[in-house]
């Protein structure tokens, strides 16, 4: 029995994979590489496959020649090494600059660009494989693990950073969630080599190192009966994720000044503090337009232009706008690049990326704790604009243009999607409560590490929607789990109708 079942989930599962491959294989566009600051991404990679070298130079032979070469840190590594893995034994890797490999319209790049769409296509494979196991993992429950695979296919977008960070993730919470149940160290072992590889592809879950480490020790605290089985295989876990991301921590620490996965802490804490010095009137309107901006409905309008803010409107919010406040972020011209010209008038010429870093993580320190009470309202503002990347650009590999059967179905089926997905934060809080107050510990290891990623993004960042997609199959399983877990509920409380519904046994 137990044998037919592991066949049944492996044929499912792989069912999973190829439809995947397949939608992927007709609507990717494998002539552009859908990702944020690919340039650079595929810059350093390039150079690690020439020179051995993590640097963004585009010309890294003549900056060392003449001495101009500085150390580089403002990038993770984990992406640039998955791309010099799938470019390796390509000779386009070897004559080919980053911009000609990034530009879609440059034919000779196309080859590695393909190479990078089918790896990827695997990777969203294995995804929604993973997000059908893991749920059947956690409920047993066919119908369940099946809608949680058919939703993960339909809620990930066809990008590439992020569906690797989304995998891993997936991997370490699952596993450290089966590490709690059954403790092993091998579980152990492989939840910690997810979460180190995780932390040097996404740098902010840096911090989650630490609040993993903590969450263990509560659970060892709370599970006195169980701690001898737990202690080895949650210590596996912490160390194994530390071996792998503190050599490339230390490395910066000695190199560049910096100890951390990437050098962009001051930069995006910058772009977060210009967003503090908005007014009143267009901080009550963000809200309206990260939720509202994509409704082409008539309330949706109307809600708008009644929430729009005086004297700026919405003008400022606009990412291209020269005076919004990214643009002034960015470009090194706002109220947080004056106050780091105060501090250090000549931080802007130095040649130390640390410390200009530091510098502007400082002036922006300054300048959220003088608007402190805008950042604590535009924490709830950008949390509920990442809310809306679980859902905003799904739908990504279903052949939605088509004017037939086909096509009707995915649009259809891509609403339903997309009106289920913005359910599922909710449900998730509800549920939460509902484990707090039985004291279901397992799917805290689920849960917190999508808390722990909404809350630093909302409260430290400005929280594109990119940011959040991510968390997209572990938002799923868990709402699978919850899901079960409400209909297990009702059956206890309702359990005359359960027992209505069976049949008459003959006498």
């Given at each position: 029995?137990?044998?037919?079942?592991?066949?049944?989930?492996?044929?499912?599962?792989?069912?999973?994979?190829?439809?995947?491959?397949a939608?992927?294989?007709?609507t990717?566009?494998e002539?552009?590489?859908?990702?944020?600051d690919?340039?650079?991404?595929?810059?350093?990679?390039?150079?690690?496959?020439?020179?051995?070298?993590?640097?963004d130079?585009?010309?890294?032979?003549?900056?060392?020649?003449?001495?101009l070469?500085?150390?580089y840190?403002?990038?993770?590594?984990?992406?640039?090494?998955?791309?010099?893995a799938?470019?390796?034994?390509?000779?386009?890797a070897?004559?080919?600059?980053?911009?000609?490999v990034?530009d879609?319209a440059?034919?000779?790049?196309?080859p590695?660009?393909?190479r990078v769409?089918?790896a990827?296509?695997?990777?969203?494979?294995a995804?929604?494989?993973g997000?059908?196991?893991?749920?059947?993992?956690?409920?047993?429950?066919?119908?369940?693990?099946?809608?949680?695979g058919?939703?993960?296919?339909?809620?990930l977008?066809?990008s590439?950073?992020?569906?690797?960070?989304?995998?891993l993730?997936?991997?370490?919470?699952?596993?450290?969630?089966?590490?709690?149940?059954?403790?092993?160290v091998l579980?152990?072992?492989?939840?910690?080599?997810a979460?180190?590889l995780?932390?040097?592809?996404?740098?902010?879950?840096?911090?989650?190192?630490?609040a993993?480490?903590l969450?263990?020790?509560?659970?060892?605290?709370?599970?006195?009966?169980?701690?001898q089985?737990?202690?080895?295989?949650?210590?596996?876990?912490?160390?194994?994720?530390?071996a792998?991301?503190l050599?490339?921590?230390?490395?910066?620490?000695?190199?560049?000044?910096?100890?951390?996965?990437?050098?962009?802490?001051g930069?995006l804490?910058?772009i977060?503090?210009e967003y503090?010095?908005?007014?009143?009137?267009?901080?009550?309107g963000?809200?309206a337009?990260y939720?509202?901006?994509?409704?082409?409905?008539?309330?949706?309008?109307r809600?708008?232009?009644?929430?729009?803010?005086?004297?700026?409107?919405?003008s400022r919010?606009?990412?291209?706008?020269?005076?919004?406040f990214?643009?002034?972020?960015?470009?090194?011209?706002?109220?947080?690049?004056?106050?780091?010209?105060?501090?250090?008038?000549?931080?802007?010429?130095?040649?130390?990326?640390?410390l200009?870093?530091?510098?502007?993580?400082?002036?922006?320190?300054d300048?959220?704790r003088?608007?402190?009470?805008?950042?604590?309202?535009?924490?709830?503002a950008f949390?509920?604009?990442?809310?809306?990347?679980?859902?905003s650009q799904?739908?990504?590999?279903?052949?939605r243009?088509?004017?037939?059967v086909?096509?009707?179905?995915s649009?259809?089926?891509c609403?339903?999607?997309?009106?289920?997905g913005?359910?599922?934060?909710?449900?998730?809080?509800?549920?939460?409560v509902?484990w707090?107050?039985?004291?279901?510990?397992m799917?805290?290891?689920?849960?917190?590490p999508?808390v722990?990623?909404f809350?630093?993004?909302?409260?430290?960042?400005h929280?594109?929607?990119?940011y959040?997609r991510?968390?997209?199959?572990?938002?799923?399983?868990?709402?699978g789990?919850?899901a079960?877990?409400?209909?297990?509920?009702?059956r206890?409380?309702?359990?005359?109708a359960?027992?209505?519904r069976r049949?008459?046994q003959?006498?």
């Open positions: 029995m137990f044998r037919t079942q592991q066949r049944r989930l492996t044929v499912v599962a792989v069912a999973f994979a190829l439809c995947t491959l939608l992927a294989a007709v990717t566009d002539a552009a590489l859908d990702s944020s690919s340039r650079a991404y595929v810059r350093i990679a390039l150079n690690l496959l020439r020179y051995g070298e993590f640097h130079s585009g010309q890294l032979s003549q900056d060392r020649a003449a001495g070469l500085s150390t840190s403002r990038r993770a590594p984990g992406y640039p090494l998955y791309l010099a799938v470019f390796a034994n390509s000779s386009g070897r004559s080919l600059s980053g911009e000609y990034s879609p440059c034919e000779p790049g196309a590695l660009r393909r769409q089918r990827t296509s695997t990777i969203v494979a995804t929604v494989a997000t059908f196991l893991a749920t059947f993992a956690f409920t047993a429950h066919w119908p369940v693990s099946v809608a949680a058919l939703l993960c296919l339909m809620l977008p066809a590439i950073h992020e569906l690797l960070a989304a995998f993730l997936l991997g370490h919470a699952v596993l450290a969630a089966l590490t709690w149940r059954r403790p092993r579980t152990g072992l492989a939840s910690g080599l979460l180190g995780l932390v040097l592809t996404k740098a902010i879950f840096q911090y989650w190192l630490v993993i480490a969450v263990c020790a509560v659970a060892l605290w709370r599970e006195g009966g169980r701690r089985a737990l202690r080895p295989a949650f210590a596996a876990m912490v160390i194994m994720a530390c792998v991301t050599p490339w921590m230390t490395r910066n620490a000695i190199q560049a000044g910096h100890f951390g996965i990437s050098g962009r802490d930069e804490l910058a977060r503090a503090g010095r908005m007014t009143w009137p267009e901080v009550r963000a809200f337009w939720l509202l901006r994509q409704d082409t409905s008539g309330m949706g309008a809600v708008m232009r009644w929430m729009e803010p005086e004297r700026f409107g919405y919010f606009d990412r291209g706008n020269p005076d919004g990214y643009y002034r972020a960015n470009r090194r011209a706002g109220a947080v690049a004056a106050q780091a010209d105060l501090l250090n008038p000549r931080w802007r010429l130095s040649a130390n990326q640390a200009r870093d530091a510098v502007l993580r400082q002036a922006a320190a300048l959220i003088k608007d402190w009470p805008k950042h604590v309202v535009l924490t709830l949390a509920a604009r990442g809310a809306t990347g679980l859902v799904g739908c990504a590999l279903l052949p243009q088509r004017d037939d086909v096509g009707a179905l649009r259809n089926g609403r339903a999607a997309k009106g289920i913005v359910l599922m934060l909710p449900g998730l809080a509800v549920a939460s509902l707090w107050r039985r004291q279901e510990f799917p805290a290891f689920l849960l917190l999508i722990f990623a809350g630093m993004h909302a409260a430290a960042t929280f594109i929607t990119r959040s991510p968390l997209i199959p572990l938002v799923v399983v868990a709402a789990l919850a079960h877990s409400a209909w297990q509920w009702h206890c409380l309702n359990p005359s359960e027992t209505a049949p008459r003959p006498r």
